[in-house]
């Protein structure tokens, strides 16, 4: 079953806007984590935020968590077209903490 | 630099001729996975190693078999390769952590094409 679902599916914005981006669960979390990936690549970790924490920051990005509401939002600020991604949320697969599920993703293209 | 490396990039196979995926790091994570993506889905957790435990996820179809004969190295085997396996299949890697999961480290994917 899927843990995480990302809204929207796909954003398109112009150069120097901000993206946001939407995660939700259904069940309870260690953590949660988003993910990049850049077309045909690998995914690249950006950040993790524990059940505990409610906002983390890491350079142009900012996510937050809301435990209670079982959501979560990236946030890109001044986005670059080299922004232009599909981004994964990936929360626990409950009860193994081995792994994750990944959200289907949000594709994002910034336009210059 | 400490990193993931998948190889071949590419793989052409014929239909329901065996074909081998390897994935080797030099992290030293003790946690390995293997997941299969598909255009525009997420990536679908085949199955992981922790160490040398396996863990093989209830709808990984029995043509997917996997080996990991050291830390460093894990292989995927497609037994019979089908049209429908076609895909982009990524390694990746995460340390063992009090606080699980941890952030995974993937590799750059073998894409899979199926004649």
């Known amino acids: 079953s899927q843990q995480g679902e990302e809204d929207p599916q796909a954003l398109s914005i112009q150069e120097g806007e901000n993206a946001t981006m939407n995660c939700s669960y259904k069940?309870?979390?260690?953590?949660l984590q988003w993910y990049r990936q850049n077309s045909g690549r690998g995914l690249v970790h950006l950040i993790l935020?524990?059940?505990?924490?409610r906002e983390k920051h890491s350079g142009r990005l900012r996510v937050t968590l809301d435990t209670s509401k079982k959501s979560s939002s990236l946030l890109i600020t001044a986005s670059r077209a080299a922004d232009t991604a599909s981004y994964f949320c990936?929360?626990?697969?409950?009860?193994?903490?081995?792994?994750?599920?990944f959200g289907p993703g949000t594709s994002l293209s910034v336009i210059p | 630099d400490a990193m993931v490396i998948q190889n071949p990039r590419y793989q052409v196979t014929q239909f329901g001729k065996p074909v081998t995926l390897s994935c080797s790091q030099t992290?030293?994570?003790?946690?390995m996975y293997w997941y299969q993506q598909k255009s525009s889905q997420a990536p679908k957790l085949l199955f992981h190693?922790?160490?040398?435990?396996?863990?093989n996820e209830a709808d990984t179809p029995d043509n997917f078999q996997s080996r990991r004969p050291n830390t460093s190295f894990c292989f995927l085997d497609i037994r019979s390769p089908g049209l429908g396996d076609a895909a982009m299949y990524l390694c990746?890697?995460?340390?063992?952590?009090?606080?699980?999961?941890?952030?995974?480290?993937f590799g750059p994917g073998t894409r899979l094409t199926v004649t």
């Open positions: 990746a890697t995460s340390r063992d952590s009090v606080e699980r999961p941890y952030e995974q480290y």
């Open positions: 069940t309870s979390i260690n953590n």
């Open positions: 935020i524990r059940s505990n924490e």
């Open positions: 990936a929360t626990d697969a409950y009860p193994s903490y081995d792994k994750v599920i």
């Open positions: 992290l030293n994570h003790n946690v």
């Open positions: 190693y922790y160490d040398k435990d396996f863990n």
